[in-house]
């Protein structure tokens, strides 16, 4: 299966749990705590099995889902560390993707809108005032403007786009971890991984979350 789908298996029907590795002070003289992935990936070498059943009273978390789940704890500061493994581990469990805002255009829409009897209009403001003849006399009138602004702004769109990214790159990162060999005992994991730019050249055909 893909690297999407073993996420989504290991947390969404085995219901695997983060442990997220906790920062030790090598300067205050702690020791230096290794990686769930690190640990994990001696026991298969050793040939040993990895522990079952720790987070679900009753039941049995199938090991590959538990190692599946030391890996993405496992995630570099370089590609979110931990704040990324949550959001890796949170859309897995509902099957959604990240969402990269698809077919959003920015539209220069007014800041405020009133509606009265005849219909909804623009807010204006007034901007300064001028001097003009009206019906043979000098006359002061305001000089009136629409505030308006970009929704959704290109801003919001490009940052977006760019956590959509930053996901794929983190799952091709845990991608390269799962395949090394001996680590998985049933579940191997295939290549390929979401399209890194689906808003270029097509539609999703996954539900998102934002």
């Given at each position: 299966m893909s690297v999407q789908q073993a996420l989504e298996w290991a947390f969404r029907v085995e219901c695997a749990q983060l442990e997220l590795p906790t920062p030790t002070d090598v300067d205050q003289g702690q020791n230096i705590g290794f990686g769930l992935e690190y640990v994990l990936m001696q026991r298969a070498v050793l040939g040993?099995?990895?522990?079952?059943?720790?987070?679900?009273?009753?039941?049995?978390?199938?090991?590959?889902?538990?190692?599946?789940?030391?890996?993405v704890a496992?995630?570099?500061?370089?590609?979110?560390?931990?704040?990324?493994?949550?959001?890796?581990a949170e859309l897995a469990r509902a099957g959604l993707e990240p969402d990269w805002m698809p077919g959003a255009t920015p539209r220069?829409?007014?800041?405020?809108?009133?509606?009265n009897q005849h219909g909804e209009r623009a807010t204006t403001i007034v901007v300064g005032t001028e001097r003009v003849v009206s019906r043979g006399k000098w006359r002061t009138v305001d000089v009136l403007a629409c505030p308006v602004t970009y929704t959704p702004h290109p801003q919001q769109i490009e940052a977006a786009r760019r956590a959509y990214g930053d996901w794929v790159k983190a799952l091709a990162w845990?991608?390269?971890?799962?395949?090394?060999?001996?680590?998985?005992?049933?579940?191997?994991?295939?290549?390929?991984?979401?399209?890194?730019?689906?808003?270029v050249g097509g539609l999703p055909t996954r539900a998102t979350r934002s």
């Amino acid at each position: 299966m893909s690297v999407q789908q073993a996420l989504e298996w290991a947390f969404r029907v085995e219901c695997a749990q983060l442990e997220l590795p906790t920062p030790t002070d090598v300067d205050q003289g702690q020791n230096i705590g290794f990686g769930l992935e690190y640990v994990l990936m001696q026991r298969a070498v050793l040939g040993c099995k990895v522990d079952g059943g720790q987070y679900k009273i009753g039941s049995y978390t199938h090991e590959d889902a538990e190692v599946i789940a030391a890996i993405v704890a496992g995630l570099p500061d370089s590609l979110g560390g931990k704040r990324m493994a949550i959001r890796v581990a949170e859309l897995a469990r509902a099957g959604l993707e990240p969402d990269w805002m698809p077919g959003a255009t920015p539209r220069c829409v007014p800041v405020e809108t009133k509606r009265n009897q005849h219909g909804e209009r623009a807010t204006t403001i007034v901007v300064g005032t001028e001097r003009v003849v009206s019906r043979g006399k000098w006359r002061t009138v305001d000089v009136l403007a629409c505030p308006v602004t970009y929704t959704p702004h290109p801003q919001q769109i490009e940052a977006a786009r760019r956590a959509y990214g930053d996901w794929v790159k983190a799952l091709a990162w845990v991608k390269d971890g799962l395949q090394v060999d001996g680590l998985m005992r049933e579940i191997e994991v295939a290549e390929g991984l979401p399209r890194e730019r689906p808003w270029v050249g097509g539609l999703p055909t996954r539900a998102t979350r934002s």
